[in-house]
Structures are given as C-alpha cells and as structure tokens.
C-alpha cells in the first residue's frame, strides 16, 4: 500500500524570496516578522493576557494579607551610642592632655626622661587618641547597619525574619506554630518608646523569636496575638500547656 504523504503548504517570504510554511509568523532564513499588525494565531495570546491579570490579582490579594512590616527601632542602639561618646571623650582627653609632661614631673626623681622619650611618648598618645576615636564610630556604624538590616514582616499565615548584611539570611515560622508570647520593655525602652516582643513557638529551628527592640510594641504584641488566635482557629489547632 503506498505511504501516503502530505503536503504542507508554502509561500515565499516577502522579504528574503525563500520558502517558508504558510502558517509562519517569522521567517526562518532572514528573521523577519511577516504579521507586523498581528496575526490571527498570537490571538490565543489574550487569554494569557487575562491569566497574568488574574495572577497579578493574587499577587496584590497576597500583599493586602500583610498585617505589618517592621525593623528595630534606631532606639535600641542607645547603650552603644553612650559607650561611643564615651570613648571619643577618652580620645579627645588623649589627644590634648599632655600625659608625658605629667609623667616627666613625676619621674624627674627616678629616672632620666629625655627629650627624645617625651616626643617619642607624645606621638604614640596622639596616635593613640586617634585610633580609638575611629575605632568606636566604626563599631557603631557596622552596628546601626546591622540593626537596620533586620526586618519582621508578618502576614495572617507566617512571620518572616530577614537579616545579615552581605549573607541574607530569612527564615519563617507558620503562624499557628506560636505557642505563647510575651511583651519586655526595660525602664530606658518605656521611656524612649520601644520594646522586645518574643514569641514562643513549636518550630524546631526557631523555638523562641524576637522582634528586637521595635516601636510601638504594645500594639504589635496585640495585633500577634490576635493573629495567632485566628491561624489556630483556622488550622483547628489546640496548643495543650
């Protein structure tokens, strides 16, 4: 029984003169498109269109789901801006105290201090005052940016922690996980407005988690709890004491 062929059809490319299928779109020799106003087989492409809109919709519902968004208060870097202004006032005194001629006055009964021992003593004390001075503001600035590279952000379903600074690192604890919680503010946090809410979960790699030293910790503390007690409604979870 003879093989039974089928012919497809062609027509030449109005551009390159080369022999294409008749259905194409492209050309395949000269890579031009033949339908520059659209062709009837890119109007599938629509319901695409409707699925991306249906997709971004998702997206946009999944952002609205967003309870709140949170760092550490700039508040909670109080402790090591004192102990900074401390060791600049050490500098400062360093630099313009003359600590060898009190030292020469001193030991001018015991030894010989010499001209060159004073000059000597005199630039390692300026040298000294300086290398504190810049030390400390770079301690506190690698601990600002520390502190303001770590972000919460809580949804009704999860709670996100971002931090680290050139290795980011995010770990997530499910919502109905969260076993208990509580609220501390030491006296200087009550009076500068922040606080610590820690949550106690039952997520192997992150038992308890901190929301380190944010504002307004009382409403954030309420608005936790409230969305635990709604993600245990939801899953139908009983945490047993």
């Not at 890119?42 to 952002?63: M, P």
């Not at 030292?103 to 201090?113: K, L, M, P, S, Y």
């Not at 009704?156 to 919502?175: P, Q, S, T």
Request: some cysteine.
């Amino acid at each position: 029984m003879p093989e039974t062929i089928t012919k497809k059809k062609t027509k030449k490319c109005p551009f390159c003169a080369e022999t294409i299928l008749a259905a194409a779109v492209k050309c395949r020799f000269c890579s031009e498109f033949l339908y520059p106003d659209g062709h009837p087989a890119l109007e599938n492409l629509s319901v695409d269109d409707e699925f991306d809109e249906d997709e971004d919709a998702e997206l946009d519902e999944e952002e609205d789901d967003i309870l709140f968004r949170v760092r550490p208060s700039i508040f909670a870097a109080t402790g090591d801006f004192l102990k900074t202004v401390f060791f600049l006032a050490l500098s400062v005194a360093l630099y313009y105290v003359p600590v060898e001629q009190y030292i020469q006055n001193f030991a001018v009964d015991r030894f010989q201090f010499t001209k060159n021992m004073y000059i000597t003593f005199e630039s390692y004390r300026i040298l000294a005052a300086v290398v504190v001075a810049i030390l400390a503001v770079l301690i506190f600035a690698c601990k600002i940016i520390l502190l303001k590279s770590t972000a919460y952000e809580v949804t009704a379903d999860r709670i996100e922690w971002e931090r680290g600074l050139f290795n980011r690192k995010i770990d997530n604890v499910d919502m109905f996980r969260v076993v208990d919680m509580k609220l501390h503010r030491s006296m200087v946090d009550c009076l500068i407005g922040i606080g610590t809410v820690t949550l106690f979960t039952k997520d192997e790699t992150d038992p308890e988690f901190d929301f380190y030293k944010i504002r307004n910790p009382r409403k954030i503390f309420n608005v936790l709890k409230k969305a635990s007690l709604d993600a245990d409604a939801k899953q139908g979870v009983i945490h047993l004491e």
